[in-house]
C-alpha cells in the first residue's frame, strides 16, 4: 500500500473556508459523451431487438455463455435453495434485518381518506401502490445482499404486486446471499441481466422482461447514465452519487470509534467521503493519529486511503452551534451526532438522510438493520430529496365528487377564473352546472 498522507485540516475560521468546502464538496456526476453513447446504443439495441439483445450483450459484458433469455431466469426454487446454501447464522440475520426493515416501514404507509362539505360535496386522495417495480442489485464482487431488503421490503409493503429484480453474474459468479436476500425479501422474478441493457428491459419491456412502472437501487456510471435516460418512461429513485459520512462530535467519543466510522463509508469507492467536524482541535489531532494508526489493518487499506485523502476532511469550528451550521451546508447523506446529548440538537438539523444519534449509535448499524432504509439522497440533495421509503412505491390519486348544490357554486368560481384565463370552453363546462338560486329553491 503506498504511504497514507495527511488528511485534509480545514478551519472555520479561515477567510476562505467556504470556497475550500465547496471544492470539498464539489461532485460532477455527468456521464461523458462516450458512456452517454454507448448508453443510448444498448437502449435502442433492447427495444429494437428485446431479448435476444440481452443475451448478447450478458454474453460481452458480462463473460456469461447464454444461448437464450431462459439461461437468464431464475424461479423462486432457484431463491429457495440460496437460503440452504448459506449458512444457519447469515440467514439469521438476514431475516433479523429483513424483519426490522419491514416493521420500520410498516409505519410509513399512506392510506386513502375522503370528507364531506356541508353541500354534499366529497374531496378526498385514494392511495395505490404502483403495479410493478424493478430492482437493480449490483453483482459480481460489489454484492450488496442489505441493498436487496431495502429496496424490495418497502415495495411489498407498499402493496407492489410484482417486484423483478436485475442482477448481473460477471462470469457466471452467483452471490447466494444475494438471492437469499430476495427469496426473504419477497421478490417475485429475478433475471441475471446487468448494466445499461438490465434498465431498459426493465423499462421498456422484452419477449420475457416485463415492464415495469419505477426502478431503484444502486449501479454504476452505465447504470445510472441508463437511469437518467429511461426516467419519464417510468419513475426512478434518485441518481445517487458516491456515499458520504459527516460526524459531528463533541471530542468526547474514542478516536478509534470515529476514525472507523469514517473508514466505513470510505472504504465503499475511491470517490466515497468522510468528514469529522469538531470544536476540539487536539481530538482532531488524535482522530488524526487514530487514522493512520488503523489504516495499515484495514483489507481495503488502498481504497480508504485514496477516499480519506482525495475527499476526506477534519474540520475545526468555533462550538458546536458553528458544527451544526457547518452540518447544514454540508446536507450529508448520513449525518453521525457523536455527542453527549444529540436530542439538544435535532430540532437544528434541517439536512440530513439519516441522523445517528449518540456516541453509541454508528452508521453501520444503519446500513444493515437498525430498521430505516439505507438508500439516502447524496451530493447535498438532502436539502430536497429523502430516504427510499413506502411512499416511493405509492401513487395518489385526488378524489373530487360534487354534489348539485356543490357543483353549482364551485362553478361560479370556475367561471369567473377561466374567463379571466379566456378559456371560454371551461368556463362554460363549469357554467352548465350551475343552478339559479331560484331554482334551488323549489
Not at 403 to 423: D, F, I, K
Request: hydrophobic residues 45%.
Amino acid at each position: 500500500m503506498t504511504a497514507p498522507t495527511a488528511i485534509r485540516r480545514l478551519n472555520a475560521a479561515d477567510a476562505d473556508f467556504a470556497r475550500h468546502l465547496d471544492h470539498l464538496l464539489s461532485w460532477e456526476s455527468v456521464s461523458d459523451d462516450a458512456v452517454n453513447q454507448r448508453v443510448l446504443d444498448i437502449i435502442k439495441a433492447v427495444r429494437e431487438r428485446g431479448d435476444a439483445a440481452l443475451v448478447e450483450f450478458t454474453q460481452r459484458f458480462d463473460g456469461v455463455q447464454a444461448k437464450a433469455i431462459d439461461d437468464l431466469i431464475l424461479d423462486r426454487a432457484r431463491l429457495e435453495l440460496a437460503l440452504t446454501r448459506i449458512t444457519p447464522v447469515q440467514r439469521e440475520a438476514l431475516e433479523k434485518a429483513a424483519n426490522r426493515v419491514r416493521v420500520y416501514h410498516e409505519r410509513q404507509k399512506q392510506d386513502s381518506w375522503q370528507y364531506t362539505e356541508a353541500d354534499g360535496t366529497v374531496l378526498g386522495q385514494k392511495v395505490t401502490p404502483l403495479d410493478r417495480a424493478g430492482l437493480y442489485v449490483p453483482g459480481g464482487k460489489a454484492s450488496y445482499p442489505s441493498s436487496v431488503l431495502m429496496n424490495a421490503i418497502p415495495a411489498k409493503v407498499a402493496g407492489v404486486s410484482e417486484v423483478v429484480m436485475v442482477v448481473p453474474t460477471p462470469r457466471g459468479e452467483v452471490n447466494e446471499l444475494v438471492l437469499a436476500a430476495a427469496c426473504i425479501a419477497g421478490v417475485d422474478r429475478v433475471f441475471t441481466i446487468g448494466g445499461a441493457q438490465a434498465v431498459a428491459a426493465l423499462a421498456y419491456g422484452t419477449q420475457s422482461v416485463p415492464q415495469v412502472d419505477k426502478i431503484v437501487g444502486p449501479g454504476n456510471i452505465y447504470v445510472a447514465t441508463a437511469k437518467r435516460h429511461v426516467f419519464g418512461q417510468v419513475g426512478i429513485d434518485m441518481i445517487a452519487g458516491p456515499s458520504e459520512i459527516l460526524v459531528v462530535c463533541d471530542g468526547q467519543t474514542d478516536p478509534d470509534w470515529i476514525a472507523m466510522d469514517l473508514f466505513s463509508q470510505a472504504e465503499h469507492d475511491e470517490d466515497a467521503q468522510a468528514i469529522l467536524v469538531s470544536p476540539d482541535a487536539e481530538f482532531l489531532d488524535r482522530v488524526a493519529a487514530s487514522i493512520a494508526k488503523l489504516l495499515p489493518t484495514m483489507e481495503r487499506a488502498e481504497i480508504i486511503n485514496t477516499s480519506i485523502n482525495g475527499r476526506g476532511a477534519l474540520i475545526q469550528v468555533r462550538d458546536m452551534q458553528q458544527a451544526i451550521e457547518v452540518a447544514n451546508r454540508i446536507a450529508p447523506e448520513h449525518l453521525e451526532l457523536s455527542v453527549a446529548d444529540p436530542q439538544a440538537w435535532l430540532g437544528q438539523i434541517r439536512h440530513a438522510g439519516a441522523i445517528f444519534m449518540g456516541r453509541h449509535t454508528s452508521e453501520a448499524l444503519g446500513d444493515y438493520c437498525a430498521g430505516p432504509n439505507h438508500v439516502l439522497p447524496t451530493s447535498g440533495t438532502a436539502r430536497f430529496s429523502s430516504p427510499l421509503g413506502v411512499y416511493d412505491f405509492q401513487k395518489r390519486s385526488s378524489i373530487i365528487f360534487c354534489s348539485e348544490q356543490g357543483a353549482s357554486e364551485l362553478g361560479r368560481t370556475a367561471s369567473v377564473l377561466a374567463r379571466g384565463e379566456s378559456l371560454t370552453a371551461h368556463a362554460r363546462s363549469a357554467e352548465y352546472r350551475i343552478v339559479d338560486d331560484q331554482d334551488q329553491g323549489q
